[in-house]
């Protein structure tokens, strides 16, 4: 395997994993046990509403987890487009024989 290849292999591992993270779903459990659903990384899927309606400090809750998540999961996926365009930007070299 080249070092290019490698490297988009890498960096495609890096980008799929970090896109992962990020839009996988967080949730906080309430004292009662249930689940009070915050949505992905993004915000997607966050109902502020429905977290106010059960306790306000869970819409705090909330957007900490989310905002947690989007900071070690936003270099994973920024490392993974470097190893992409690094790879796409360096010129294959001529084999001589």
Do not use: Q
Request: charged letters at 15%; one cysteine or more; a positive charge.
């Amino acid at each position: 395997m080249s070092p290019r290849t490698f490297t988009v292999v890498i960096g495609l591992a890096f980008f799929l994993a970090g896109l992962a993270i990020l839009l996988v779903a967080l949730a906080v459990e309430a004292p009662n046990g249930t689940l009070i659903p915050c949505g992905n990384s993004l915000g997607f899927g966050f109902d502020e509403v429905d977290a106010a309606a059960t306790s306000p400090a869970y819409v705090t809750i909330c957007g900490d987890l989310r905002e947690k998540r989007l900071v070690w999961a936003a270099p994973i996926v920024s490392v993974g487009v470097l190893l992409l365009l690094g790879a796409m930007v360096v010129r294959k070299r001529p084999t001589h024989r």
